[in-house]
């Protein structure tokens, strides 16, 4: 369907922040644009392309995957970390290619000998699911898991826990905290994700949009 008098408003939930910023200039290289969006002053939560029947709204990244599979939104932009923790239901369809990082498990040096002993280690994480499906399905491993929600480079400096599992971007802040990486759980970057009904309802808008979408990141990284 073209974006005709007939057509319904698609609506997109983006992760707010640097995600967000790299979500527009994507679209802006597809021809979608929303002006009324970059204005920093404003305190509107929802934005609307009415010639091309799209909106927009921002929310915190853990609650993107909500609003998907809720199909308050049709489709949302969001680093795959938080898909993996959150375990909604919904259509993963396209890696953008930014927001790249790694998820790690993390610690001093002299945590690698506990990584491989016997004994109960604590992890702290922001991601208690990745960590847990990481430890007690891929490694077989039992470990105590300590749920934080920032700072995380902290539990094993203050003696929290023996390691982390965590975001690792530049590997900077592990450097300047005398922490390492000792194990890679799995790349990051940001994906596209989409409602299941909306993707069997609007099929040929979707599928047009991940086209031209597909189509700049290869542009980009070619
Ligand atoms: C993230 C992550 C690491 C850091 C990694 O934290 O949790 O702390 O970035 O980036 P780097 O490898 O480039 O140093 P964020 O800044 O999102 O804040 P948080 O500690 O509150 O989670």
Redesign the pocket.
Known sequence: MSAGKEARYLTFALTKGRLAKKTLELFEQIGITCEEMKDPDSRKLIFVNEDLKLRFFLAKGPDVPTYVEYGAADIGVVGRDTILEEQRDLHEVLDLGFGA?RMCVCGPESARAYLRGPGLIRVAT?YPNIAKDYFYNQKNQTVEIIKLN????LAPIVGLSEVIV?????????RENGLSVLEEVCPISARVVVNQVSMRMENERIMKLLTDLNRAVEAKEA
């Open positions: 990082c922001k920032g700072s995380i480079e965590d975001i690792v971007e530049t590997g900077s802040t592990l």
